[in-house]
């Protein structure tokens, strides 16, 4: 993600400051902790992640979901 980046789900922006850093690939299954596998989601979004098992893909340009 690009520094200064706020949420990343389309259609949403929101400032960094309303976000959580949700891990791509969760820490407990060996993903790393850094900005590299990591997206900003609002907590409404970040909790549909989790309930609903979307995954995601981050590139330079920014992460992509898939639901």
Known sequence: MAKGQG??????PRPPWWCDGHHVIHWANGGPTDVGNAALLCG???TIVHQRGWTAT???TGVTWHT
């Open 58 to 60: 981050v590139t330079a």
């Open 44 to 46: 409404r979004h970040h």
């Open 7 to 12: 949420l990343h789900h389309p259609g949403l």
